[in-house]
């Protein structure tokens, strides 16, 4: 199976085949500069005032062919040895993930400094709210960079300190600050990772924690422990997944539009609320419909369907299964038997668990390919530069998360970390999990991540939002 990248260079060339905009062919270089993502599934969102902008890459990597970029590449890691490690989500093109020493989801990756103390460097091929708590979890000593400053996230960006603060500020004003009978604060809050450092210090500072797509469940059993309440940012999907599975009922969520007055909901729906949903989403996620299962169902009947939990309510409730990245891959490798998957989430990652579990057929529910565009801001070209950068002496693009936000992110990040896992799919069986001790310390959860192509080992606290149908066999839901 050709790579993403391949795939829309053919179709550049030949015409053939469907892509969200053939424009995903030129180099990043040229949209780094314009105000936009650029093209791929979140170019119709709003860059913020003040997102980092990447500088002109030089000529001479602008211009160069992908097997010169690639020997350089490999020339420059040789030359650094272990002194840089290079991380890679999940999402990114397989150009950059066969330079990756590991290759891991999220959080997996947020930890993964841990486990190479030794590295001065950590080159991170993902996102810069990925970069950003990287920072925040390595060593003081260890620089964090990102090849391409301009590699955001369109949903991180859908919520900023100032607006939360705003909403928070409204909220204190309707529910007051005093803890109920049992102690119960008015609101606790949950900003899922994806969420600038800002805003996990915000949480720090306001006794709330980070939730990952793979444990969100765990940390909103542990947020209603502790209060009557959630305001959960920036993903709405996520919080009505989850809540949803959890047994909080619809009219318990109301939106929250930062653009409106008490965010659009009246204050009799907030005071009844039990999760107060940010009205953010992922453009890539968003792209998933219920008419795209339908379809895969009646092609091939029998069909597994998997879908992340940024997708709509709709999408999961018509599916067999959710989970975070992390539970997909371990979902596909867990399966025994030949089986046919459809799976609704980013297009490099399905065509690489395609390409690497040959035994079963498995596609995109979303036939058009558009990566994640933001991710796709990674190129080869930034991370030969970055790399003969470091080879000269010299740190482009380092990530650093001011001391006094990191110390109250950290906070958020640590609680969330100190919750006990749930089993994934492909883990041991219950009776020999259930007592085990949970990994409360960072080094316990850095264990998750493997060398890219490897397998890819269990992350902390993992839970699956199962769909409205039948949850699959060996996957606890
Ligand atoms: P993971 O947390 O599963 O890596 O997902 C990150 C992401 O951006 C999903 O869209
Ligand atoms: Fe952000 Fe969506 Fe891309 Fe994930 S897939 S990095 S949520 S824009």
Redesign the pocket.
């Known amino acids: 199976m050709p790579s993403v990248d391949t795939l829309i260079q053919t179709i550049r060339t030949t015409g053939a085949g469907a892509s969200c905009t053939p424009d995903l062919a030129k180099g990043p270089w040229e949209f780094d500069r314009v105000t936009g993502y650029g093209p791929g599934?979140?170019m119709g969102d709003v860059i913020p005032v003040g997102a980092p902008r990447q500088g002109a890459l030089p000529e001479q990597y602008r211009l160069a062919a992908n097997d010169e970029l690639h020997a350089r590449i490999r020339a420059a890691k040789e030359t650094l040895g272990s002194r840089v490690v290079i991380l890679g989500h999940f999402?990114q093109r397989d150009e950059v993930v066969q330079h990756a020493d590991f290759l891991g989801d999220s959080f997996q990756l947020a930890n993964a400094a841990q486990t190479v103390p030794e590295a001065e460097t950590i080159v991170f091929c993902g996102?810069h709210f990925m970069a950003e708590t990287a920072d925040i979890l390595a060593k003081p000593t260890q620089n964090v960079i990102l090849p391409n400053l301009a590699a955001g996230?369109?949903?991180?960006d859908m919520a900023d300190l100032d607006s939360v603060e705003e909403c928070w500020a409204q909220l204190e004003e309707i529910y007051g600050a005093e803890p109920d009978a049992d102690g119960r604060v008015p609101v606790i809050p949950v900003t899922y990772m994806?969420s600038s450092a800002a805003l996990k210090g915000f949480c720090g500072r306001h006794g709330g924690i980070v939730c990952t797509s793979s444990n969100a469940e765990t940390v909103l059993e542990d947020a209603f422990a502790r209060g009557q309440r959630v305001l959960f940012f920036p993903d709405q999907h996520l919080g009505r997944n989850t809540a949803k599975k959890m047994g909080v009922a619809l009219e318990q969520m109301p939106m929250w539009n930062p653009r409106k007055p008490l965010g659009g909901s009246t204050s009799e729906q907030l005071q009844d609320a039990r999760v107060i949903l940010w009205h953010g989403f992922?453009?890539?996620?968003k792209r998933f419909n219920v008419g795209q299962i339908e379809a895969a169902r009646a092609e091939f009947p029998g069909v597994r369907v998997i879908v992340h939990p940024?997708c709509p309510m709709e999408v999961v409730d018509a599916a067999d299964e959710a989970g975070s990245t992390d539970y997909i891959r371990k979902a596909v490798a867990a399966a025994t038997e030949p089986t046919t998957f459809a799976i609704g989430t980013?297009i490099n990652m399905v065509n690489r668990l395609a390409a690497e579990f040959p035994q079963h057929t498995i596609f995109c529910l979303d036939p058009v390919v558009c990566p994640?565009s933001?991710?796709y801001r990674i190129h080869p070209g930034y991370l030969a530069w970055v790399l003969e950068e470091l080879v000269a002496g010299r740190s482009p693009n380092v990530i650093e998360v001011d001391e006094v936000t990191a110390a109250d992110a950290r906070l958020a990040l640590e609680r969330m970390l100190a919750l006990r896992p749930k089993p994934m799919p492909g883990d041991p069986a219950p009776a020999s999990t259930a007592h085990a001790p949970a990994p409360r310390s960072r080094e316990g959860v850095a264990d998750a991540v493997v060398a890219s192509g490897g397998p890819v080992g269990s992350a902390a606290a993992s839970d699956s939002v199962a769909g409205s149908t039948a949850a699959a066999p060996n996957v606890e839901v």
């Open positions: 599934s979140s999402y996102v996230c369109s949903m991180a994806n992922c453009s890539v996620h940024e980013e994640c933001t991710m």
